[in-house]
């Protein structure tokens, strides 16, 4: 089975004619909660709320937007891929995600990353001094799971006896994600028993990462299922395969849009065997763009599964709000669903 998600990313809206950039924002605000609503209503398995700051997105505090979707929801898992942990102190982070998991009820999916260079640059962080901070705050929240009362002498933080509250979550062990680029991070990320997530690289980049994952799992004696492994896809959906390639040729240049500036990316060609060695960034692929017909992209999502082992696939169905948007939303849910929840993934 393949679990179906909603990547939230909240592109930021222009003012059309006539309307002022706050009702466009109120709007897009607006518009974007009733898709969220609809997506329970679908058939769903949740939303996970993407984070970035100054520039193209309505989504600086995902978890402002699980509280508000929490209460008016009953089944959908609810997460952030991810958290920018070096934008927070870490006691806070967990006591805040603390709270969240007790307002969704326990429907709490608990996502992290390491934030993006530009965004990180805006403020003065360097993508190394970034990298400290997360290693050491991810040392520290996950202590905090464990127990609550934290003691901790690192090189940013030193905590004596710090109790954290509330200090329980409504579930017993809430599911840890990170973003992931490279096979490092996803070693890493094995170490600290959290699921892995990640996007823009080809079938055969994603399974580089996702077996590094796994040997690291094995090497530990951990279990490495594909419910511990998710792709993130564009997603373009039509009855008309043509306006859904035409779609998904414009989210391409979105993309390129938001990932301009970031040192990370690599320019490399599309070949299956061109990919990046560790450490050495990452590369936008033609295999992030799924489009075409429902019976198309039920096809593409089931293959790239299959050949990369992933359980889970977040699919971002388009990044700004509308009235269409729903329909493509109806559309998944229908027709791409049904098959995804019937895919054997070994």
């Not at 937007?65 to 982070?93: C, D, H, K």
């Not at 990640?198 to 990462?209: D, H, L, P």
């Not at 039509?238 to 979105?254: C, F, G, Q, T, Y």
Request: glycine share 6%.
């Amino acid at each position: 089975m393949i679990k179906p998600w909603i990547f939230e990313f909240m592109q930021a809206p222009a003012p059309g004619e006539g309307t002022s950039l706050p009702d466009a924002v109120s709007a897009a605000f607006n518009e974007s909660y009733a898709f969220w609503l609809e997506a329970e209503r679908l058939g769903f398995e949740g939303i996970f709320f993407s984070e970035h700051h100054f520039g193209l997105s309505l989504s600086p505090s995902p978890n402002l937007l699980i509280s508000a979707i929490a209460r008016q929801t009953n089944r959908l898992r609810l997460g952030t891929m991810g958290n920018v942990v070096p934008f927070y102190e870490p006691w806070r982070l967990f006591e805040e995600l603390a709270m969240l998991d007790h307002l969704t009820g326990g429907r709490l999916e608990i996502g992290f990353a390491a934030g993006v260079p530009q965004e990180l640059a805006r403020i003065g962080l360097s993508v190394e001094v970034a990298r400290e901070r997360f290693n050491e705050a991810l040392d520290i929240i996950d202590a905090a799971l464990v127990n609550p009362v934290v003691n901790h002498s690192g090189k940013y933080w030193k905590l004596e006896n710090l109790t954290l509250m509330p200090g329980v979550f409504r579930q017993p062990s809430p599911p840890k994600w990170t973003t992931v680029v490279s096979t490092g991070s996803a070693q890493k990320s094995a170490q600290r028993r959290s699921k892995i997530c990640t996007g823009f690289e080809s079938v055969a980049r994603v399974s580089e990462i996702f077996d590094a994952y796994r040997n690291e799992c094995a090497r530990l004696g951990l279990p490495a299922s594909p419910d511990q492994l998710a792709i993130r896809r564009n997603i373009s959906i039509s009855r008309d395969a043509a306006a859904a390639r035409a779609e998904s040729e414009a989210a391409k240049a979105i993309t390129r849009k938001v990932v301009a500036g970031d040192p990370r990316v690599v320019e490399r060609s599309s070949l299956l065997l061109d990919v990046p060695k560790a450490g050495a960034g990452f590369s936008l692929h033609d295999d992030d763009y799924i489009a075409g017909t429902p019976s198309q992209v039920a096809e593409q999502i089931i293959e790239q599964c299959r050949r990369t082992g992933a359980g889970h696939l977040l699919a971002m169905l388009g990044r700004a709000a509308s009235p269409q948007r729903r329909e493509l939303l109806t559309l998944f849910s229908e027709e791409v669903i049904p098959q995804m929840r019937r895919a054997q993934i070994a």
